[in-house]
Antibody, heavy 120, light 113 residues
């Protein structure tokens, strides 16, 4: 049973870069052919898909965030990461990492989520 | 982007009764080459991540009770929960995964009457 766990700072100052890591256990990112997603949820609002990365490193980002987002994968550590630059209060949300079985499937396993607040 | 709109925003149903949640997409999520609707349903309880219930519009994830069923095609979809149980109280989201960016509905809050 795969498990995902987000980690990173819970507080980020405006204009800085938000950096989060997702550690995958119960399976190897490098040996499996899954896609790995980041999704966020501002309080009381709908879920927003940020983007996804494949084990090869290929990425696909939400155009609304593309200029500020980058994702990477470290198969040796079974981790993948998210960076979101120039954050504002509008980026305050619970951030989830998740797994997709293929590039044409929904997210079937999710981390518990991490609340990131953008504030000075 | 494909806009997903759910109705109602909230509903209250009695124990043992049926709950019906609708989801409409601004563009078709049916992929003609394989005749599949790229539509999923998630359940989210307070303090928990979303849980995948249904994919391809009508296929239940293993372990999901058969009182949950999905139907519809193209742009109009329905999640039906029969014989409502107390543990079904949650927010339900539809998601289209046909086209990037993947998009979600605004959610429907299901409460017990």
């Amino acid at each position: 049973q795969v498990q995902l766990q987000e980690s990173g700072p819970g507080l980020v100052e405006p204009s800085q870069t938000l950096s989060l890591t997702c550690t995958v256990s119960g399976g190897s990112i490098g040996s499996d052919t899954y896609y790995w997603s980041w999704i966020r949820q501002p309080a009381g609002k709908r879920l927003e898909w940020i983007g996804r990365i494949y084990t090869s490193g290929s990425t696909d980002y939400n155009p609304s965030l593309k200029s500020r987002v980058s994702m990477s994968v470290d198969t040796s550590k079974s981790q993948f990461s998210l960076k979101l630059s120039s954050v504002t209060a509008a980026d305050t949300a619970v951030y989830y990492c998740a797994r997709r079985a293929t590039n044409s499937s929904p997210e079937d396993s999710w981390g518990q989520g991490i609340l990131v607040t953008v504030s000075s | 982007d494909i806009v997903m709109t759910q109705s109602p925003d909230s509903l209250a149903v009695s124990l043992g009764e049926r709950a019906t949640i609708n989801c409409k997409s601004s563009q078709t999520v049916l992929y003609n080459s394989n005749n599949r609707d790229y539509l999923a349903w998630f359940q989210q309880k307070p303090g928990q991540p979303p849980k995948l219930l249904i994919y391809w519009a009508s296929i239940r994830v293993s372990g999901v009770p058969d009182r949950f069923s999905g139907s519809g095609s193209g742009t109009d979809f329905t999640l039906t929960i029969s014989n409502l149980q107390a543990e079904d109280v949650a927010v339900y989201y539809c998601q289209q995964y046909r086209t990037n960016p993947l998009t979600f509905g605004q959610g429907t809050r299901l409460e017990m009457k």
